[in-house]
């Protein structure tokens, strides 16, 4: 099923939208949603274990609760600086465009294209139109690229057309 419309933005993907990105698709995938939650279920244990013993939650207990519960916001902030700030080629403007063929990006030192059959679920969420290519996998485009809801509206229905589970956009 050919789509005569293209549609084309540019728009560089800034720290905040890496880490939010992040986030929204840990959220998306059951194993990454239950090992991120197990950290503060740790803290939680850990609180729970010492009021069960009738010790009093020191500092260093404290502390460790804390850290216990930070570690997964921490380790996102930590990767997202470690890709965005490290790696020159993440931090280059790029282009989508989507057409008949499927979703093409083009950047200064890269481009690639994931055809229609790849896409195979779009969601919006929170920040970002979503466009799953695998699991817990998908190009996280924020809505201030594209503010124009009839824009949104006009993707959604040419991945729909395509193919493409389109029942939470």
Do not use: N
Not at 41 to 67: M, N
Not at 85 to 90: E, G, V
Request: net charge positive; glycine share 6%; charged share 15%.
């Amino acid at each position: 099923m050919e789509h005569a419309q293209e549609i084309r933005f540019s728009l560089a993907f800034g720290y905040w939208d890496r880490a939010r990105a992040t986030l929204a698709l840990i959220a998306e995938r059951p194993v990454s949603l239950c090992m991120a939650l197990l950290w503060p279920l740790w803290g939680v244990g850990l609180a729970a274990f010492a009021l069960v013993k009738g010790r009093p939650i020191t500092g260093e207990l404290a502390l460790a609760i804390a850290l216990l519960f930070a570690f997964v916001p921490a380790m996102v902030l930590l990767g997202t600086a470690m890709t965005h700030y490290f790696h020159r080629q993440s931090r280059e403007p790029f282009t989508y465009t989507f057409d008949g063929e499927g979703i093409h990006v083009a950047a200064v030192t890269y481009d690639f294209t994931h055809k229609w059959p790849a896409i195979f679920k779009v969601k919006r969420k929170r920040w970002f139109l979503m466009f799953f290519f695998s699991p817990g996998c998908a190009h996280c485009i924020p809505f201030r690229a594209i503010p124009d809801p009839a824009v949104q509206a006009a993707l959604v229905s040419m991945a729909a057309a395509h193919g493409a589970d389109v029942r939470s956009a």
